[in-house]
């Protein structure tokens, strides 16, 4: 049975949309900060977090197949409209790195010139764009006498090897071209084997998504250390990767649960049972302790050796932060600790949605806190703005997802492990 | 007065298979028989509710086991580190425990696991009966093995002739039936 799109949710979504497509043209008058940093980090922020829940799927989705997970197989199809997202989200975090590219915006301190550059041209100093070197032999090159440029940032500087505009994009679109690959590879075998229901396709996905697996235990980590790491550009933490993983894996499943409830509230996906939801809410539990666990490891060690070159990324959070940034953690953490915990609850549609909406939010929230305090230090509000771009993106997600859920049958139809997933009992 | 000795009649249903043990108590307690327990390897899924078996009461257990572990151990931090003898670590001699309660969490984590882990495992092994040393309760050692045991008395089923439920049972594939009779205490 294909789903419906109807009438009523697509006016919703497009109601949601026109919200922030208005809160976008307003911003552009309204937003005081440097270089539109407030609208920016704002795109970049919902760029993200859409596109990190449309990538927690597709992980999800290869998981599946790598460890052969018969219970997933009712919730492919969902699984693959939430993926269908990743080329949107692609696009919107590519409009923010093109941004800050040509210095339309300043998320990222290490692409401006002035700050990685050791020297500058004297006869420049003062003009609107003054001429920076790398190196001495450089300026003799041009026939500029070349001064100790004052800007420079060693520690950025020191740090061009890697986080340099050339290499970035490559890395970036290498990202982006693996993930888009591998959603379309699947969505295309997964309505394939609905024809032919041939164990061959079955053992190709089992083997490709254990390929993909590899892939994205490296790229989840790079990508975030070279998407939002890289922000607070002095900072580093061996952790960020996996805390920023745990968050979209989080945000992912959470979204998965909620979307699928939605589907069974509108009469579709017959045959998921209790089972399928109490893993569903297993998942969002489970995964909101793994990401408090990750968030707190990174927290502690920092907090605890106080040594000044990791401790800033804490201080500025603390000192201009301290109600987002704790209340997110403890929100996101307690929330679905003391909600979930029992077995009926997480059985509970509305235990679920209820908590999976707080939850939402409060990851949103989390990706604030990891890109808004690098971008705008203590010249932070939280507003309008704000809420208005969260409810245009959410409104352009759901869209894209439940449009991509129109396009082919809710239940696959062959696959090996459909009459296992239907019978899905613990 | 001492009441007349009454005697319990036990029925044990040997059944060499699961599905055909879950099938045939889907199918006599349909017809009103009550089963008092059924003794096997490994836990099979689903005749809990078949049976009637009331949900178990351990993730409670687990959940008090936890918070005495949390309790404990943040008393017990707060006496060593900040009331009895204060220590400054790392620089941080702020001598309160919600000041430096980062540094606590993962003691305290670590014993709220522990605490309820072991909670749990002891409290079940009692409530089973099955501590190392105590005597097995099994009615037949296969069932240790590859057999399922159904246990079905006159208690539950007063009135219940004993001969015609042997019959149901066979019928419904128990390829053994034992029979007792024990005087009640």
């Keep these: 049975m294909n789903f419906v799109f109807s009438n009523k949710a697509k006016l919703a979504t497009y109601v949601l949309i026109a919200i922030g497509a208005l809160t976008l043209i307003l911003g552009i008058f309204a937003d005081t900060s440097d270089h539109y940093g407030r609208l920016w980090s704002n795109i970049m922020i919902n760029g993200f977090y859409f596109f990190g829940i449309a990538l927690g799927a597709l992980f999800f989705y290869a998981l599946s197949f790598a460890t052969e997970t018969a219970w997933t197989v009712m919730l492919r199809r969902v699984m693959e409209g939430v993926f269908s997202f990743i080329p949107v989200g692609a696009v919107v975090l590519a409009v923010v790195f093109i941004g800050a590219t040509f210095h339309w915006n300043h998320i990222y301190h290490w692409m401006d010139d002035a700050t990685i550059s050791k020297y500058v041209a004297e006869s420049s100093i003062g003009s609107d764009h003054p001429q920076y070197f790398s190196t001495a032999e450089k300026a003799e090159k041009a026939g500029e006498t070349a001064v100790l440029n004052a800007d420079y940032d060693p520690i950025i500087g020191n740090k061009t090897a890697y986080l340099n505009t050339p290499f970035f994009?490559?890395?970036?679109?290498?990202?982006?071209?693996?993930?888009?690959?591998?959603?379309?590879?699947?969505?295309?075998?997964?309505?394939?084997?609905?024809?032919?229901?041939?164990?061959?396709?079955?053992?190709?996905?089992?083997?490709?998504?254990?390929?993909?697996?590899?892939?994205?235990?490296?790229?989840?980590?790079?990508?975030?250390?070279?998407?939002?790491?890289?922000?607070?550009?002095?900072?580093?933490?061996?952790?960020?990767?996996?805390?920023a993983f745990s968050g979209m894996w989080v945000s992912a499943m959470n979204v998965l649960a909620v979307l699928s409830l939605y589907l069974i509230s509108k009469g579709y996906l017959k045959d998921i049972n209790s089972s399928h939801i109490h893993d569903l809410g297993k998942w969002v539990f489970a995964l909101s302790f793994l990401w408090t666990y990750l968030w707190f490891s990174q927290f502690m060690l920092i907090w605890y050796s106080n040594i000044p070159e990791e401790v800033t990324y804490f201080i500025t959070r603390i000192e201009e932060y301290k109600v987002p940034f704790f209340g997110m953690m403890l929100i996101n953490f307690a929330v679905p600790m003391l909600f979930l915990m029992s077995r009926d609850a997480k059985r509970n549609p509305k235990f679920l949605i209820t908590v999976g909406t707080i939850i939402f939010i409060g990851h949103f929230m989390d990706v604030y806190m990891m890109i808004t305090p690098g971008v705008l230090f203590e010249h932070w509000h939280f507003g309008w703005m704000e809420i208005g771009l969260f409810l245009g993106f959410t409104g352009l997600f759901v869209n894209r997802v439940l449009t991509a859920l129109t396009k082919a049958s809710l239940v696959p139809k062959q696959s090996p492990y459909l009459g296992e997933s239907q019978h899905h009992s613990i | 007065m001492a009441k007349a000795p009454q005697m319990t009649h036990v029925v044990h249903a040997m059944f060499d298979d699961d599905h055909k043990l879950l099938d045939a108590a889907r199918n006599i307690v349909a017809k009103g028989v009550k089963v008092k327990d059924v003794y096997s390897p490994f836990p099979i899924h689903g005749l809990d509710p078949v049976i009637g078996v009331k949900r178990t009461r351990m993730a409670i257990v687990s959940f008090m086991f936890g918070m005495t572990g949390l309790s404990l151990a943040l008393l017990g931090m707060w006496y060593f580190m900040v009331y009895d003898w204060p220590m400054n670590i790392g620089g941080k001699p702020s001598f309160s425990l919600l000041e430096n309660l980062p540094a606590f969490v993962p003691v305290s984590f670590e014993f709220t696991v522990l605490c309820a882990a072991h909670g749990m495992a002891i409290t079940y092994l009692l409530r089973n009966g099955t501590l190392p040393g105590m005597p097995a309760v099994n009615p037949d050692p296969r069932t240790t093995d590859d057999k399922f045991v159904m246990e079905i008395t006159n208690v539950e089923n007063p009135g219940m002739d004993m001969a015609e439920l042997s019959d149901l049972l066979k019928e419904e594939g128990a390829i053994e039936i034992n029979q007792k009779s024990l005087s009640a205490k």
């Design chain 1, 169 to 243: 994009w490559i890395r970036t679109l290498v990202y982006f071209a693996t993930f888009i690959l591998f959603a379309r590879w699947f969505r295309k075998r997964s309505l394939m084997e609905d024809e032919n229901g041939s164990l061959d396709l079955h053992f190709k996905g089992y083997k490709r998504g254990a390929l993909f697996l590899v892939l994205f235990a490296v790229f989840s980590s790079t990508l975030s250390w070279d998407w939002v790491m890289s922000i607070d550009t002095h900072w580093f933490s061996t952790l960020f990767g996996w805390y």
